[in-house]
């Protein structure tokens, strides 16, 4: 249920709804948009299983009837927080950087972002090496795992503290905001340390507790679809996070498992465009998880533009075949440099640009 307030109501008035939730055992989570103010009311509305009567609609009728209420309605989807319905405009998330004339990065906005870097950080070298080539190419926010998922107990699970440091070490170098991924709710405190964007992957977008820990962060969240996760399953995930308080949920596109052996993963491009109907929460695509294959990365990274993403996700290694992870979906440097004018022409083409890091004064075509 939503309590859509007038555009004149009074704090007093606002107050007085949240008062009338609590004595229903209801919480409400109040969302100032430029237009309106919205109250989404959080808990269960259809009463107690046996209760008679319909205490929903007694309540949807009182709260027609408090002073400062413009209307009431029913959200048709589990999802609350996560919806359009909620929140009609778009959540535009701004990450610090010093690498922008603004001194911000925000996704969301009409503006493109490019995120990239190595899947894992290995060496301070590969790190430099890749940080620096992909800065020049123009990305403005630097991608790289320290704590890293493995499928295999046997594969290489990150530096840990140690690759969160040499990532800060090149963000004081190129000025680039951190991407990069948390596992356990334990080290969601350190990570905060380092990172701009918490990145919660594929296999733990339905670890509730790690849901619940980073939603009470005050950092952004970039949250990736589950490999085998429905989009509803994605954003009742999202929905994890608002509740516990924090707004700003990005979410990413990484393909799915379905019976397709010729890539790693499936590209969900339709995702991008029906999530951003549901949705109000931002939506970058990555491609390199998507596909497996360095050789299509270009082309579903464009189609990803086209499809409306805010973003992109991309990996990037200086030596591929020498990566400790990843090595086949990751760009050579030369594959990124070639890419990015490309990405942009697209984006040019449907209206937008890409977000310019300050040593770029012209468009990156
Ligand atoms: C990654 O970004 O390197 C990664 C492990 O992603 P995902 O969780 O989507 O597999
Ligand atoms: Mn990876």
């Not at 007093?12 to 009338?20: N, S, T």
């Not at 109040?30 to 319909?54: D, H, K």
Request: with cysteine; hydrophobic share 40%; net charge negative.
């Amino acid at each position: 249920m939503i309590v859509v307030m007038n555009a004149s109501c009074s704090d007093i008035q606002i107050e007085q709804v949240f008062a009338f939730l609590h004595k229903h055992q209801l919480e409400g989570h109040l969302s100032r948009g430029i237009e309106r103010t919205v109250i989404g009311v959080l808990g269960n509305t259809n009463g107690q299983r046996g209760t008679a009567g319909n205490i929903g609609e007694e309540i949807e009728g009182a709260l027609q009837g408090l002073a400062g209420v413009e209307d009431v309605l029913r959200v048709s989807k589990p999802y609350k927080l996560a919806s359009r319905e909620f929140h009609p405009e778009d959540t535009v998330v701004e990450v610090p950087s010093a690498c922008t004339d603004s001194g911000v990065v925000r996704i969301g906005a009409k503006e493109v972002v490019m995120m990239a870097g190595p899947c894992t950080v290995e060496s301070e070298a590969q790190l430099m090496k890749t940080a620096q080539a992909v800065y020049e190419a123009g990305a403005v926010i630097l991608r790289g795992g320290a704590f890293k998922p493995s499928t295999s107990p046997y594969g290489f699970r990150g530096m840990g503290e140690k690759g969160l440091k040499l990532l800060a070490k090149a963000r004081a170098e190129f000025g680039m905001a951190i991407v990069t991924e948390v596992l356990t709710p334990a080290d969601v405190a350190l990570v905060s340390e380092y990172a701009d964007i918490l990145q919660i992957g594929t296999r733990n977008m339905q670890n509730y507790m790690l849901l619940d820990e980073v939603g009470r962060s005050a950092r952004p969240i970039m949250l990736k679809r589950g490999m085998s996760a429905t989009l509803e399953e994605w954003l009742l995930a999202a929905e994890y996070i608002l509740t516990q308080g924090n707004p700003d949920v990005i979410l990413c596109e990484r393909g799915i498992r379905t019976f397709e052996k010729a890539t790693r993963n499936t590209m969900d491009i339709s995702a991008i465009p029906l999530v951003k109907k549901l949705s109000h929460l931002p939506i970058v695509a990555d491609p390199s998880q998507g596909t497996g294959r360095r050789d299509i990365v270009d082309a579903m990274s464009l189609a990803a533009i086209a499809s409306g993403a805010d973003g992109l996700l991309i990996e990037v290694h200086p030596h591929p075949e020498e990566a400790l992870k990843d090595g086949a979906q990751s760009l050579r440097i030369e594959q990124f440099q070639t890419l990015m004018p490309q990405a942009s022409m697209v984006a040019q083409a449907c209206n937008r640009q890409f977000v310019r890091p300050t040593h770029q004064a012209q468009p990156i075509i």
